[in-house]
């Protein structure tokens, strides 16, 4: 099994600028975080909004910095504050962002969205470019005709394959998706998670998956990162963590989150039948 | 018995290529004391249904109905006067995003006044006096200070604690929440929903709860309806619909859900309604 990317005490902090009244100070965002996640596996990061967890996955990304700890990708320590990384580097580590409707150029053809990671990342021709987009497009379950259309003409969900395609153009090993199922449909989102599944499998890819619904959560990860307020208050695989939550805040994490159990909802109609009836 | 009766509603909005038919021949009834979820993804029609029973929708839309009746009052027929009686009185609405439902511009206690002033008539001093009430009701910390605050300067949960205190102040007999957890984070989303719910129980108000997410259904609602493309596709009772779901479009959307995933794939609503959704 090889590790394809490895953090160690990640840490980062937000600098908020003074004024005239009031002080300078820091904010740590992330108070060290420690993980690693394998070749075909997926890691998901479950918290809240504020919880750290869009930080962390950026600092994976290579798209912010951290401010401490080190983050390893195929073993390889990496530190954009001290080191542009190089083409391949980035290559390797690809992104899916929450909103399918801010993450496309609404004035870019979808072919070009999909071309544009070559172009920038490598000498292939053009040919062979427009040949390994199309490929793609058919990969992620669209018509290699829609090669011209503009991002308006899709839905959200055919909008959110776009971004899937867009960021396996360069073979990536590692794709860091950041709620990519959390603005679709119900039967929508079960679309692009299948998705998500065969080109895990196909591609032997890893998988950040950060996402605040842990019925996904549940579906999708191997191992799971529960993050609150900056930390990891939480670690394990998926089966442990599902059959015996051990902190509090996952413990109310789970307890917060709707179940449409039959037997659940026979109890609560049957609560509230009895309410009606001593009401009355 | 109930409270609002809609039979047979259609909406149609005038747009550039034409008329779009957004709610196609709808019924919604609800029950005094009722909580009715109306469920559906994205374009089924579920909000507009409720803004046009509030006479909340644009010039652009056309609204027709063979019945629309509140409390056996004609909605359809009644001048807009009488109607603005009703609407923000007796019905009131909160919306999805709190944050954006309230004005940026004046403090949370200045707008809750304002609704006590004019829909419920009280004096500048009363309402005053109400609104701090209602602050601790719907559970704000601080409800002092809290009415002192602009909406940014507030979290998601408290600004829809605002909102729904608003939309209680006038005591209302039917409630409209359209989506009024979707923003927020799953531990506020049960504070809010454990509030609505014991509001609706002690003052008895019906509750009609447009929602996308089955779990919020499975833990509010005594009755639900189904909607998809702006037609209904079934309604029953909440223990039945999860029970035994009998249109295949309830069917696609319970068994789309990632916890009742069997096996490594999701059966997805399209391979229900063989490729009617996402054409």
Known sequence: ?280 | MAILTIRNLTVRFATSTGSFTAVDGIDVRVDKGEVLAIVGESGSGKSVSMLAAMGLLPDTATVTADEMTFDGKDLLRMSPKERRKIIGREITMIFQEPIASLNPSFTTGYQIEEVLRYNAGLSKKAARARALELFRQVGIPDPEEKLKAYPHQMSGGQCQRVMIAMAIATGPRLLIADEPTTALDVTIQKQILDLLMELQEKSGMALILITHDMGVVAETADRVQVQYKGKKMEEADVLSLFEAPKHPYTRALLSALPENATGDRLPTVASFLEGEVNR
Not at chain 1, 80 to 108: C, E, T, W
């Open chain 1, 1 to 280: 099994m090889s590790v394809v990317v490895e953090g160690k005490n990640i840490i980062r902090d937000y600098h908020i600028p003074g004024s005239l009244l009031r002080p300078a100070k820091t904010v740590r965002a992330v108070k060290g975080i420690s993980f690693s996640v394998e070749r075909g596996k997926t890691l998901a990061i479950v918290g809240e909004s504020g919880s750290g967890k869009s930080t962390l996955a950026r600092i994976i990304a290579l798209i912010d910095q951290s401010s401490g700890g080190e983050l390893k990708i195929e073993g390889k320590p990496i530190d954009i504050a001290k080191q542009k990384p190089s083409r391949d580097m980035r290559s390797k580590v690809q992104m899916v962002f929450q909103n399918p409707y801010g993450s496309l150029n609404p004035r870019q053809k979808i072919g070009d969205v999909l071309m544009e990671p070559l172009l920038l990342n490598t000498d292939i021709p053009a040919a062979e470019r427009r040949r390994r987009a199309e490929e793609m497009l058919v990969k992620v379950g669209l018509p290699a005709e829609h090669f011209n259309r503009y991002p308006h003409m899709f839905s959200g969900g055919q909008r959110q394959r776009i971004a899937i395609a867009r960021a396996l153009m360069l073979n990536p090993t590692l794709l860091v998706l950041d709620e990519p199922v959390s603005a679709l449909d119900l039967s929508v989102q079960a679309q692009v998670l299948n998705l998500l599944r065969d080109l895990q499998e196909e591609f032997n890819l890893a998988y950040v998956f950060i996402s605040h619904d842990l019925s996904v959560v549940r579906y999708i990860a191997d191992d799971v990162l529960v993050m609150n307020k900056g930390e990891a208050v939480e670690q394990g695989t998926r089966e442990e963590l599902f059959a015996a939550p051990k902190h509090p805040y996952t413990r109310e994490l789970f307890a917060a989150t709707p179940i449409t159990d039959v037997e659940a909802i026979r109890e609560r109609v049957a609560r509230r039948k009895a309410m009606r009836a001593a009401a009355v």
